[in-house]
């Protein structure tokens, strides 16, 4: 108590251990943007070299993922078709159009793909896009 | 003068330096293992006219490309009026319904088995040639 408010010599302050903290919470940002970004990595994207590149990430769009036995999955999680119907259906009920991509694996046959598509369809969206790789990097 | 700024200098209080190079050496590292450039995607807009009714296309004049499978069938997997044909004719000639009708409808009629990749080629072709009005039947 009666050191209190008392400074212990002027020595300067150690920056060390505050530098190590903070580098610390920038890996940790970094790591978990990077993995709120991940998509499902066994799905291989077909190429389309000339086609219109994606610019931006519009909030309002919906990713589907196919993977090539034609499992759907939204952000890495597996669902089921009549639950993607659901999601749809309320999703379009409440905001009206909005842009999907469908990211298809080159193998995943058409059957598979067409499903996602007429779920969309039922729900009221006729335009769906395909995600191909415009240009693979390393 | 120059003295005067030496002896300031030992006056202050070294900062260990040696922990934070470790720090950022590490990060360095860090990032140069898990940095991996992301492709660049490109996507290739469709319509899907059908909603459960008429899963007919309309008979007008149209192009309409099938895409199939070409490990059952044979060929490169796309029939242009009846025949089949190959994706580098397929292109030559959107490419020259391109240059005068961008908004000239092309319907694609997928056959259940083919994959995804034959569709998307299609796709390409038809980004390349300026081709707009795109919807994608399934059979």
Known sequence: MSKRGRHEGEGQIDMTPMIDV????????????????QFNPEIELPNAPRGREIIGDNPRTFIVEVNRRGWISIHGAQLTRDKLRQIMIRRYDRYGQFPVLIRGDL????????????????????KVSFVAIKEKKT | MKQTRERKVADQPKLEMTPMIDVVFLLLIFFIVTLKQED??????????????????????????????????GGEGFSFRGR??????????????????????????????????????LLDVCAAAGLKNLSVFSL
């Open chain 1, 22 to 37: 903070v580098f610390q919470l920038i890996i940790f940002f970094i790591v978990a943007i990077t993995m709120q970004k």
């Open chain 2, 40 to 73: 660049i995607l490109a996507r290739l807009d469709v319509n899907r006219p059908s909603a459960d009714q008429s899963s007919e296309p309309p008979k007008v004049d149209l192009l309409e490309i099938v895409v199939y499978d070409e490990e059952r069938l």
């Open chain 2, 84 to 121: 089949a044909v190959s994706l580098e004719y397929l292109e030559k000639r959107l490419r020259r319904i391109g240059q005068y009708s961008s908004t000239i409808s092309v319907v694609i009629k997928c056959e259940p088995d083919s994959r995804h990749e034959n569709l998307v080629q």
């Open chain 1, 107 to 126: 193998n995943t046959k058409h059957s598979d793909i067409q499903s996602v598509m007429q779920i969309c369809a039922n729900a009221g969206l006729w």
